[in-house]
């Protein structure tokens, strides 16, 4: 299947120690397939020793892409910012530029985990208003008769019932969670504290839940965001530059307000930390590349000189893949040609190299709704190169979300149960499930 690829494959990287303590690399490949639609599928699922060092990604990599013979349609490599895969990656171009002769693969840091890096030390200055938040959690979840109580309390009142949760430090989104049930049970929450002891000892206060409420608030459009940025089924590169402006502006908005000052503070400090890796030539020609933006809103957000900048170098990669497709790729016009008038009426035009991005540029900023890579596929007679410089971008996964769901499945396989499955049964039972799915998906 990579061998007929025409288009550039996107990876996602990360490390999972399962509960037998050994460590895995996990590698997943994204890409527009022959049919244009976007796919994924692991290649890759191996025993990587300790230190599992930059030295070993690098290895892990180089033999897994050579395994597929697709060292040279590498376009970016997304994963979190461990210092090990940035060493990784290094090491990588290093070698592809010495020894290969072959461009620059891109490091894409993992919006998601910078999200999650944000946020956390965002809400830490919440801790004592969720503290009783999350006692309240802890009771109900060590005690299977106050889970219980709960529950039947719910239904004796007419409420709708929601269990609540408790936080992880590893997820944010969990606090908001976290958050949101509490206030869909907040009735419920405030008669368990009148009728048992346990929970009264944590009663939330009128005014700590009037905090919660405002926290949730703040917190929905990062919640909102992070789903986003996990979606599989489109493409999420091309929402990396409007989320990271409205996060911002959304953090700005609320440095007045006492309550959620030092939280958006410190959000907005890791946000600009970060801004840079992820505002790269990639994530801006995604932009360009979504035709709900277009050129239009780069214009928007951007400095006339970064505006100009980027235009450039889009025009410039365009050129390449005009001189590289241009040749196998014929120009029409609407003179009569076919077997019929009304086909030779009804004919789309193809545009010659600059007219392409001119045109494109020109055509009103499609509904919020269209899929992209939809979008091109039904555009590609029009734009045949252009097209061809979308479907390589917009492959581009913003998050390696993919890869914490694979280690969810290696966590059902790897069971304490079943914790001496060799390296070799792993890696074929992990990677054949993936490619059964995507041939299943044909």
Not at 10 to 31: G, V
Not at 204 to 225: H, R
Not at 353 to 369: A, C, M, P, R, W
């Amino acid at each position: 299947m990579f061998s007929e690829l025409s288009f550039k494959i996107a990876i996602t990287t990360d490390i999972w120690t399962s509960i037998a303590n050994r460590p895995y690399l996990a590698i997943t490949a994204h890409f527009i397939d022959v049919k244009r639609n976007l796919k994924q599928v692991l290649i890759e699922f191996c025993y990587i020793p300790h230190p599992h060092g930059g030295e070993q990604v690098k290895n892990a990599l180089i033999k897994t892409l050579n395994e597929y013979n697709i060292l040279n349609k590498v376009i970016t490599i997304t994963s979190d910012n461990a210092m090990n895969n940035i060493k990784g990656l290094n090491l990588l171009n290093e070698y592809l530029e010495s020894n290969l002769g072959i461009e620059s693969v891109c490091h894409f840091p993992c919006f998601a985990h910078i999200l999650n890096l944000s946020i956390n030390d965002g809400i830490k200055d919440f801790a004592k208003v969720l503290s009783n938040l999350r006692k309240l959690g802890a009771v109900m979840k060590g005690s299977s008769s106050k889970a219980q109580a709960f529950e039947e309390t719910a239904k004796a009142n007419n409420h709708e019932y929601v269990k609540l949760k408790r936080d992880i430090y590893i997820r944010w989104n969990s606090t908001y969670d976290m958050i949101e049930r509490a206030i869909k049970m907040k009735r419920v929450i405030q008669i368990m504290c009148i009728n048992d002891e346990e929970y009264n000892l944590y009663s939330i206060s009128e005014e700590e839940w009037k905090n919660l409420e405002t926290i949730s608030v703040f917190l929905k459009p990062f919640y909102e965001a992070t789903t986003i940025l996990s979606g599989q089924k489109y493409s999420s590169i091309n929402f990396v530059l409007p989320l990271l402006k409205a996060l911002k502006d959304h953090s700005k908005l609320v440095l007045n307000e006492l309550l959620l000052k030092k939280c958006s503070e410190m959000i907005l400090i890791k946000l600009e930390k970060y801004e840079t890796r992820l505002k790269n030539d990639l994530s801006l020609f995604a932009a360009i590349l979504d035709p709900r933006l277009n050129f239009a809103y780069l214009k928007f957000i951007l400095k006339s000189e970064e505006y100009e900048s980027i235009t450039k170098k889009f025009n410039e990669k365009f050129s390449d893949y005009y001189k590289k497709h241009s040749t196998t790729t014929k120009t029409t016009t609407i003179e009569t040609a076919g077997p019929s008038i009304l086909q030779s009426i009804y004919k789309k035009r193809r545009f010659d190299n600059t007219e392409e991005v001119d045109n494109y540029s020109k055509i009103s900023q499609e509904d919020s709704g269209i899929n992209p890579i939809e979008w091109w596929k039904m555009h590609e007679c029009i734009y045949p190169c252009l097209s061809k410089f979308a479907f390589d971008v917009l492959c581009i996964p913003a998050t390696s979300v993919l890869s914490e769901q694979v280690f969810s499945k290696a966590g059902v396989i790897i069971t304490q149960r079943r914790n001496r499955l060799s390296d070799t049964s792993i890696r074929s039972l992990m990677c054949l499930n993936s490619m059964f799915k995507y041939l299943d998906s044909e």
